[in-house]
């Protein structure tokens, strides 16, 4: 069984996670857990936007997002024996919803909230 080197809970406030949830890279920021090369692991992570897109079939919460509070990571991991500079290859082995949120979305931002790809096709959000 591959163990489960960082747990969140999708059901939880990011401020509630701040110990395992970033929303940059940084070297100021020190690394939560410390893997061995070749080791297999499981680390779990919230969606991009921190739980703000609900399960509801209403694009409101796309429209309405707070693009200030997005980009979240599970993070930082040290590798043992990894240097700066130092090529890193990492395989995903498995990819899936996370227990407690099984659902997915995707969403098309409004032009007025920051846009996306395709804004003067698709000015609405969705």
């Given at each position: 069984m591959v163990r489960t080197l960082i747990s969140?809970?999708?059901t939880k406030p990011v401020e509630d996670q701040r110990e395992v949830l970033q929303n940059r890279w940084?070297?100021?920021?020190p690394p939560i857990a410390s893997v061995k090369p070749?080791?297999?692991f499981?680390?779990?992570?919230?969606?991009w936007t921190g739980g703000?897109?609900?399960?509801?079939?209403?694009a409101s919460d796309i429209r309405d997002m707070d693009l200030t509070r997005v980009h979240?990571?599970?993070?930082?991991?040290?590798?043992e024996g990894a240097e700066p500079g130092d090529l890193l290859i990492v395989d995903i082995l498995d990819l899936g919803p996370h227990?407690?949120?099984g659902w997915g979305y995707t969403g098309i931002f409004a032009k007025v909230n920051g846009g996306g790809f395709l804004t003067e096709c698709f000015p609405e959000a969705t």
């Open positions: 969140v809970d999708p940084h070297p100021d920021i070749g080791d297999d499981v680390v779990e992570s919230v969606d703000q897109v609900r399960n509801d079939d209403d979240y990571l599970t993070g930082p991991i040290r590798i227990p407690k949120s």
